[in-house]
């Protein structure tokens, strides 16, 4: 398939629920109704509101907002099991809403996997069933489609697992189940749905760390959708925050926590480490500009890459008095850090609103 700048871009899409969508879909765009408004007026609910995201090929994309921000509304849009009001959708170059029924089916069944919060498996069939079942469905011989399953289920490390059913197995490993089976059908865009949201915690921190592993390996596209912060941001190589149907904010881990749009997403935010996230290249001062009022840095100044945390940064910078050197991916001396650059981004990290 030809490589596209994006694997999905998502454009105006809106979807209101009810008899008189299209009628107040006109009312919003003309009078920029409210939502209660919309609801007392039309009947109708507001699901997504003029959403626009693009999502690049082998990404981990967050979405994540409260109960009701319109996340998992809206990535049932990327395999159309809801159509949208109004908007576009175009998946690896092509248009899904112009899909037909039966390329819409083969769509869904060759290229895009999805993992649920329930799980979702069928509890009549073994686990090694469970996970070959997209590829029954897509008519693969037996032998192929167990030598398939039989794989997968070792990459999610659920070996010996094989002959047994749903029933058997704790939230954790049918969870594991649900993620094999998506994979086996080798898609080129997953979609996750608050997949680990039903685990104890220890559980959930487990599976995350588990994805994160087989995701670099297998480089997929994949949609994360997340209530909760702290796991967007273990995640997610990009976060897009919703509200009330809307995307308030979309950019890095860092860019999010260094710099929230508004209250909202500062409110977000507040509870979270910066240690981890922030790297060298957004606390750095452009070398050439420090330079020109302090003179030449030292040839003896530490120097750490551009993609350092912050925590490496302090422990650098708690050694000696003198800035610290920020190289690029060459070797080229590109930024300065002070001490005083570092106390100002932890300071920035704990306030609060």
């Known amino acids: 398939m030809t490589e596209h700048q994006y694997a999905i871009e998502i454009s105006n899409v809106w979807k209101i629920f009810g008899d008189r969508a299209k009628e107040a879909l006109q009312d919003i765009k003309s009078t920029s109704l409210s939502k209660a408004k919309v609801l007392s007026k039309y009947n109708c609910v507001i699901g997504v509101a003029d959403a626009t995201m693009q999502i690049r090929p082998g990404e981990i994309f967050c979405v994540m907002g409260l109960s009701g921000s319109g996340k998992s509304t809206l990535v049932r849009h990327i395999n159309r099991l809801l159509e949208p009001t109004d908007g576009t959708i175009i998946v690896n170059g092509q248009d899904i809403m112009a899909m037909s029924d039966k390329a819409l089916r083969r769509y869904r069944n060759e290229h895009i996997a999805m993992v649920f919060q329930n799980f979702a498996l069928m509890p009549h069939r073994s686990v090694l069933d469970n996970i070959a079942m997209p590829l029954e469905i897509r008519d693969i011989p037996k032998n192929k489609r167990m030598e398939i399953a039989h794989r997968t289920i070792e990459m999610v490390e659920l070996t010996g697992w094989g002959n047994k059913y749903a029933h058997e197995l704790s939230g954790g490993m049918q969870q594991r189940v649900g ?113 020109a009022s302090n003179g030449n840095l030292s040839a003896e100044a530490p120097e750490f890459s551009e993609d350092a945390n912050l925590s490496e940064l302090i422990e650098g910078a708690t050694s000696q008095e003198q800035p610290l050197a920020v190289i690029n991916p060459q070797g080229q001396r590109t930024g300065v850090i002070t001490q005083t650059d570092l106390l100002r981004t932890i300071a920035a990290g704990t306030e609060t609103s």
């Open 179 to 291: 993620l094999a089976r998506a994979l086996a059908a080798d898609p080129e865009i997953l979609l996750m749905d608050e997949p680990f949201s039903a685990l104890d915690p220890l559980i959930r921190r487990q599976l995350q760390n588990e994805f994160m592993h087989l995701a670099s390996g297998l480089n997929k596209t994949t949609v994360f959708i997340t209530h909760d912060l702290d796991e967007a941001v273990r995640i997610g190589d990009r976060i897009a925050i919703m509200r009330d149907g809307r995307v308030v904010q979309t950019g890095t881990p860092a860019e999010i926590i260094m710099n929230p749009v508004d209250d909202y997403v500062s409110d977000f935010v507040a509870g979270i480490s910066r240690l981890k996230i922030v790297r060298a290249h957004a606390v750095m001062q452009p070398i050439d500009h420090w330079q």
